[in-house]
């Protein structure tokens, strides 16, 4: 078996007139994220982390920001198909490990939520994924409330 390990990061600005969207689930906030499809930063660096696994670049390059078909697109249908073409090249998942780093809304209520919805969507077992949530104390863009970021590292196997 061969074993490879993936890296994503991604950020979006806080805004007002936006739903907020962290792993697959809409969360009540006076505030979402702003971007070209859902902003899920979550997802976003998932998919990255994946895509970076396999050597498969990164998810702009798959899904540009510039694209019409991208336009608010839902970031479930964007890991889906990049879980799709992971198993093009042979390869399916191991583990995720994300962290979340926002102020405000508190997150962990909303972990066991998100993790379902990431299995459902990975078709995986919830046991293999796993969701942190922390804050900046309130130092940076994250700690002014000004955006949220995300980090995750996966293991892919073949």
């Known amino acids: 078996m061969s074993t490879r390990i993936g890296m994503g990061y991604d950020v979006h600005r806080l805004v007002e007139g ?8 809409k969360i009540a906030h006076t505030v979402g994220l702003l971007g070209h499809s859902d902003a899920d930063v979550l997802i976003h660096a998932i998919c990255d982390a994946l895509l970076g696994a396999a050597n498969m670049r990164d998810i702009g390059y798959h899904f540009p920001d510039t694209s019409d078909e991208t336009l608010n697109m839902d970031s479930k249908i964007i890991l889906r198909k990049i879980i799709e073409l992971i198993a093009i090249k042979g390869y399916r998942l191991g583990n ?37 949530a922390t804050t900046s104390e309130r130092m940076g863009f994250v700690g002014r409330e000004e955006g949220i970021a995300a980090y995750a590292v996966c293991l892919i196997e073949k």
């Open 18 to 25: 936006r739903d907020l969207y962290l792993g697959g689930i």
């Open 96 to 132: 995720v490990d994300a962290t979340v780093c926002a102020e405000h809304p508190k997150l962990n209520p909303h972990i066991p939520a998100m993790k379902a919805c990431l299995a459902e969507v990975m078709g995986c077992d919830e046991d293999q994924i796993s969701i942190k």
